[in-house]
Structure formats: C-alpha cells, structure tokens
C-alpha cells in the first residue's frame, strides 16, 4: 500500500521552531518531487515548499521565504520541513505530497499522493 505519513506537529509559542516529517512507504520517493502544503480553516490549501526528486532544487513561497527550509534523505525514504520563528498565522494542517517525475512546483493538481496531514498550532 502506497502510503506518506506526516508527524512532527504539535502546539508552539511564536517563536519557536518545528520539524515535520514526511515518511514513504510502499513506494520510493527517488523518483518524486515533494511538496508541503497546508490549510488553515476557512482558507485554501497554500503550498509552502517543495523539492525535486534530486534535491537540488527548492521553493518557497514569500510567506515562509527564510523561516521554512525542505530537506530529504532518500536513503530513509522521508522528508523533511523544518519551520523556524513560527507566526500564529502558520497555524494549518500540513501536508505532504509527492509527484511523479515532475520537477518542484506549488500546484496541487501535479501531486499524485498525500498524507493525512499533521496539525500545528501556534500560539501563546
């Protein structure tokens, strides 16, 4: 079974930094750029990074442009979003993606997996 499970969210202060986790299974993700996206209530899902299947390329959005960085070791078939100097308005559920031999990009319609997503919330 074709399988990603995200972890790594919780409750945090402003300020404080996360580390999710993006975990394959069933499946291996050399071949698959990564994205994460997320979605707060009443909002649209909004991509907040992603990666080509080399690693070499990255992107992110201006709302996380230097607080957020997308990492991935493909010999432990995961990926990685560590997320510093969180704001209350990071507050979503995040999720992880993956897409077939296509290079990084924040369009949703191009991922062919999801996880179930992780919640992180933050707040004072």
């Known amino acids: 079974q074709l399988q990603l499970v995200e972890s790594g969210g919780g409750l945090v202060q402003p300020g404080e930094s996360l580390r999710l986790s993006c975990a394959a299974s069933g499946f291996t993700l050399d071949y698959y750029a990564i994205g994460w996206f997320r979605q707060a209530p009443g909002k649209e899902r909004e991509g907040v990074s992603c990666?080509?299947?080399?690693?070499?390329?990255?992107n992110y959005p201006d709302s996380v442009k230097g607080r957020f960085t997308i990492s991935r070791d493909n010999a432990k078939n995961t990926v990685y979003l560590q997320m510093n100097s969180l704001k209350p308005e990071d507050t979503a559920i995040y999720y992880c993606?993956?897409?077939?031999?296509?290079?990084?990009?924040?369009?949703?319609?191009?991922?062919?997996?999801w996880g179930q997503g992780t919640q992180v919330t933050v707040s004072s």
């Open positions: 993606a993956a897409s077939f031999y296509n290079p990084c990009t924040h369009d949703s319609d191009e991922y062919d997996y």
């Open positions: 990666i080509s299947s080399s690693g070499g390329s990255t």
